[in-house]
């Protein structure tokens, strides 16, 4: 499971060779969501405020998560991107 980052409890993860639409997943506390890049769209549920802290950290890097989908689809490995301060 390649984490790609951790901050607040909270662990984003990425698998290569994923389902479309490019997405990334969050862990808090047993929760569990995936989070559409495009649109922010989320499936799962998570506490509020550890959603608000992943929304944040997703609208501050999404060229990054971008990227990170393209080496993912190609089985590259993928980069770290800096955590939510």
């Known amino acids: 499971m390649p984490e790609i980052c951790r901050f607040l409890g909270i662990v984003i993860t ?7 639409p490019p997405h990334f997943h969050a862990r808090y506390a047993g929760h569990k969501i995936t989070v559409r890049i495009a649109d922010g769209a989320v499936g799962g549920h998570f506490p509020p405020r ?10 501050l890097h999404r060229p990054e998560l971008v990227a990170n989908w393209t ?3 190609e089985g590259r490995e993928l980069r770290a991107i800096e955590p939510l301060e």
């Open 14 to 20: 990425m698998y290569h060779r994923e389902h479309e």
């Open 50 to 59: 550890a959603l608000g802290h992943v929304m944040e950290w997703w609208s």
């Open 71 to 73: 080496l993912a689809e």
